[in-house]
């Protein structure tokens, strides 16, 4: 399961605020029950466009990851559960929406890890699917 | 955008190789124009079910990420190239079966990064989209 959330909040410093995203991605996993296999890895990233300025923070779980970028500036946050388990994809969304206290927000679960009889033959690139 | 690939192939070992997985992640940003932000991030994940080991790796690229995560014992991979930047998501793709050497494979392209307007207010968790 892999589930992508792209909001907008209103609160610009929560996306600013390094330890925050820190303590939410090293205290998440255990909320689902995924098992954390890295420390997270937040960095700030300051470049030469002002609109791209956030904070983007990483962590691996068991054979999968959560993300999450930020940017300040637009108050506009990505983040992405991924998980080879399953897991609440509705009560992850309203976790996230809440912490970040985004006032709009879409949110998207993407099937993956398909059986191999499912996929394309790759002799050729397959036509990309657009979602 | 956002690239995501899950591919079978026939090489384990390819599967299995922190170096080549650390290689690929360090060389690939400059392919495609972006900007690395970290040095790559690469473990081997080896917990109780064989099925889940594999290789993850991750790269932070200018507010958006590379991650890769493999599973040996199925000679399964998934890949996400997200970046804020245009690119080119099938030469990508090709560049990553070439790579991992894979039989079948599927591609998805994923739009992220919303305008604002273009979501819905959140007072409740908006309804899933399952893609």
């Not at 390094?18 to 937040?42: H, W």
């Not at 991924?82 to 879409?106: G, I, M, N, P, V």
């Not at 679960?109 to 499912?118: E, M, Y």
């Amino acid at each position: 399961m892999h589930l992508i959330i792209d909001g907008y909040g209103s609160n610009s410093e929560i996306m600013q605020d390094e330890d925050f995203i820190y303590q939410l991605l090293d205290s998440y996993p255990s909320r689902i029950g995924m098992a954390k296999i890295s420390a997270p890895f937040v960095l700030r990233y300051t470049g030469s466009k002002i609109e791209e300025w956030g904070i983007s923070g990483f962590i691996f779980i068991a054979e999968s990851h959560i993300s999450i970028h930020t940017f300040a500036e637009r108050s506009y946050v990505n983040i992405d559960v991924f998980s080879c388990r399953d897991f609440d994809a509705e009560q992850a969304t309203k976790y996230f929406k809440d912490k970040f206290q985004l006032t709009r927000l879409k949110n998207r679960l993407i099937t993956r890890d398909w059986k191999t009889t499912d996929l394309a033959e790759a002799n050729e690139v397959p036509q990309l699917h657009l979602v």
